[in-house]
């Protein structure tokens, strides 16, 4: 247990090596809970646990209290499931934010407030994992934890990799109370997380999230009244871990591709997929999706059309997003995350692609034809990035076109196409085949994206009557305006659904509407159904919960083979969506500031850097946060915050005179020009801030992100002429307090009956 880990990857081995060295020997020889043992066991959680190690006075500190005093802040703002690096040697280390421990202590209370809100009833949820370190560890925890407590959980047979959109899919259509997936999305690798899902098959928004940390909270005063309290792990064979009922479906599969048929994949799609002459890749980061994914393109018939990249399983992504440098040029292990869209800059100053240029195309790709579209997918198989191989003459034109490309060879590129680009072709090309089949104009028309998401799709929208509703970052806020619309069209189904966006506008949406798409920028999308999606008990919703990059390569591969037959590029496409819808905001950016090095090994330095870091985060934040809650609340004008804004920044080249407003949109301040926006948000899983742009100039909407994003917070006398250092102070709760006004308006709130379960 105490030796250092081997790889056959020497990248990967330098990481190992260096947790190793830097992971203090009291941790190393941690024993606090032994899951090699399969049968019942306890963990007495101790009084001294709570405390920090000291060798000599309290060599059972695990300094607990910190740990949730961190994680609690993480539950109040994450988007996307409470995220941290991990020990991934020795995953008992308590010093980072997940660790085995935490992840038994949430379980435990997730399952005391199950217990609590629906006694002697039986409870089922489902659990899944990808592929990242320690994540089948922490999945046997999740399953023997609330098995002691009475909770059935489904689970693929041997507990093998699912996709986080199956296990959405599967706690809202087999009506479970929720359910548990391991994953830290398209993160680096040492990270990890669980994304809780409710009975919708949706994240937990944080009020949800505060009762399980509350309950945790509850569990520490018992500990600190009485000494000690016992966590009961059951065996690993208990009949309330479920691997027949998944099994049974082939692990959900079978119901989903029956959802997909309802939807993206009917027949005017598949059949243009099997006419397709060429070979579509599917480059599956990370290999988890391959094992769920490929079962669903056998099912529909069109496998014989897809390649893949990568099918092997692995924590270490097939050393996508890595380098031994950093980007300061430092010899230090440095991950990119997998994401693939990011763009970082050499110690040169040129751009590049730090993801892509690990894949290795221009080698992988030599011997496929020009034209290939490369479909890139995470390790949760939640997001999509569409690539293509395009002729060097057509660079001019992708310049033209705001369109990204890498240099191949001499003679191609491959196109490199932003989620905000690619669903734009996705959502236009789907409404194509609705018209196509004369079911357009059954139903009204609706979308729901993030605020941060493109203004080309906001043009588009009206361009083709579709209504939109913006909402904050994150999908749990696209699930939740979903069942805003739910319970309106179940209470008044005669009625228009008025719904309203975080700009605080009332959207009308119709009678009876549909959903067309939904999604972000960060490349995660859905599209809904004809037919309201029925569960196997009679719940109702207008689509999934989960984005899903199966949705996404479906209408992708269909909308590729459709524009081949017509020798047609995708970035052809695109401009002539841009052209056909007269859209004029055709350009977006984003700016990601990292202000520390995630894949740092050392806890004490990560910890260190991350508290610097985050306050760098906080205070950027509040210099535009602060505007923005002071101009609602009218304690200042729009002329003041220009006065602000052009004070600071006119030296940088900034304008601020043509600003329309300024508007706080649940987790960032959003600008509106009048020939662009620029939103400056905080990361709501990291010491990052995040910067976007959409506008009709790019290099203007990237000079303004740039700048803004970056900017330190520093108050100016102007800033602090106008906004009363009292009110500064208590932006951030004010803004909270509007966030979850905005949250909470008719909410769907009815209670979850649990059903007669007869699996």
């Given amino acids: 247990m105490f030796e250092m880990k081997k790889s056959d990857n020497p990248l990967e081995n330098e990481l190992f090596k ?37 060798a000599s006075s309290n060599p059972q500190g695990l300094n607990l209290e910190e740990w949730f005093a961190n994680y609690a802040k993480e539950a109040k703002v994450s988007t996307a499931g409470i995220r941290g690096p991990q020990n991934i040697l020795y995953p008992q280390d308590t010093r980072f934010p997940i660790n085995l421990v935490g992840i038994v202590l949430a379980t435990l209370a997730k399952a005391l407030v199950a217990r609590e809100k629906y006694p002697n009833k039986r409870i089922v949820k489902v659990a899944g994992c990808e592929v990242r370190y320690n994540s089948q560890l922490f999945l046997d925890a999740i399953t023997r934890i609330q098995a002691a407590q009475g909770i059935e959980t489904l689970v693929p047979e041997g507990k093998k990799t699912i996709p986080i959109w199956l296990a959405s899919f599967l706690a809202f259509k087999l009506d479970l109370l929720g359910g548990e997936y391991i994953t830290s999305s ?33 569990i520490f005063d018992e500990v600190n009244a009485k000494g000690s309290y016992e966590i009961k792990i059951a065996a690993a064979d208990n009949p309330l871990i479920n691997e027949n009922v ?14 997909l048929k309802s939807g993206v994949a009917q027949d005017c799609n598949l059949d243009l997929i099997k006419n397709f002459k060429s070979k579509i890749i599917i480059e599956n980061v990370g290999g988890s999706a391959y094992r769920t994914l490929s079962r669903v393109l056998k099912k529909l018939n069109i496998s014989d059309k897809f390649d893949w990249f990568d099918v092997e399983e692995d924590s270490f992504f097939h050393s996508i997003g890595k380098y031994n440098v950093t980007p300061k040029g430092e010899k230090a292990f440095y991950d990119y995350s997998v994401d693939a869209t990011v763009i970082a800059k050499r110690e040169d100053g040129t751009k590049f692609f730090p993801v892509i240029d690990t894949m290795h195309y221009p080698e ?62 996705l959502m236009d090309f789907w409404s ?19 605020t941060a998401s493109a203004l080309s799709w906001d043009e588009w929208a009206k361009n083709n009557g579709v209504k939109v509703v913006n909402v904050p970052v994150g999908f749990k806020e696209i699930a ?63 689509a999934m919960r989960e984005k899903s990059a199966t949705e996404a390569i479906i209408v992708a591969s269909s909308l590729v083979s459709q524009i081949s037959e017509v020798n047609v590029s995708l970035s052809q496409y695109l401009s002539n969506v841009f052209n056909s819808n007269n859209i004029i905001g055709r350009f977006d950016t984003r700016v990601d ?19 610097t870091g985050e306050a760098l985060r906080t205070k950027n934040d509040l210099f535009y946060l602060s505007l923005a809650i002071a101009k609602k609340e009218n304690i200042i004008t729009l002329d003041d915050v220009k006065n602000v804004l052009n004070d600071r920044f006119r030296d940088k080249g900034l304008i601020f005179d043509n600003l329309k407003s300024i508007k706080f949109v649940g987790d960032g301040t959003y600008l509106e020009f009048d020939n662009k926006y620029i ?48 009110f500064y102070d208590s932006a951030k709760d004010k803004a909270m307090t509007y966030y979850l006004k905005f949250v909470d308006k008719d909410a769907n709130n009815e209670p979850f009956d649990i059903p007669d379960y007869n699996f």
Wanted: aromatic share 8%; net charge negative.
């Fill in 18 to 54: 260096s947790v190793y060295e830097k992971t203090p020997e009291y941790v190393k020889h941690l024993n606090l809970m032994n899951f090699d043992n399969k049968g019942e066991f306890s963990f007495v959680l101790k009084k001294e646990n709570l405390k920090p190690y000291d």
């Fill in 186 to 218: 398209h993160g680096i690798s040492v990270k990890n997380a669980t994304k809780d899902l409710n009975c919708q098959g949706s994240q937990y928004l944080p009020e949800e999230s505060m009762e399980f940390v509350n309950k945790i909270q509850e």
């Fill in 246 to 259: 998944l099994k049974s479906v082939d692990d959900g599969v079978d119901l989903y591709v029956e959802y």
């Fill in 364 to 425: 992988r790709l030599k011997n496929y034809p020009v034209g290939t579209v490369i479909l890139i997918t995470d390790p949760d198989h939640d997001r999509l990035t569409i690539t293509q191989t395009e002729s060097v003459s057509r660079i001019a034109e992708l310049e033209k076109l705001g369109v990204d490309y890498i240099n191949l060879n001499d003679d191609v590129v491959l196109t490199v196409f932003s989620a905000n680009q690619a669903f734009l072709m």
């Fill in 432 to 450: 194509k085949q609705l018209k196509a089949k004369n079911l357009w104009n059954n139903h009204p028309r609706f979308m729901i994206k993030t």
């Fill in 480 to 542: 939740n305006i979903m069942k805003k619309v739910e319970l309106k069209l179940k209470n008044n189904p005669t009625e228009s659904v008025v719904i309203d966006d975080v700009f605080g506008n009332p959207i009308d949406l119709g009678i009876n509407p549909r959903l067309v798409f939904a999604g972000e920028e960060s490349g995660g999308m859905i599209m809904g159904t004809e037919e309201l999606i029925k569960s196997e008990h009679g719940r109702c919703a207008v």
């Fill in 593 to 611: 500031i990292a202000y520390y090095n995630e894949s740092e090994p050392d806890i004490n330095k990560l910890k260190e850097a991350k508290v």
């Fill in 679 to 726: 939103e400056i948000r905080p990361s709501g899983t990291d010491a990052k801030t995040k910067a976007y742009g959409g506008g009709l100039n790019r290099a203007d909407i990237e000079k303004y992100a740039s700048v803004l994003g970056n900017y330190s917070g520093d108050r100016t006398y102007t800033h602090q002429s106008v906004v009363p250092k009292e």
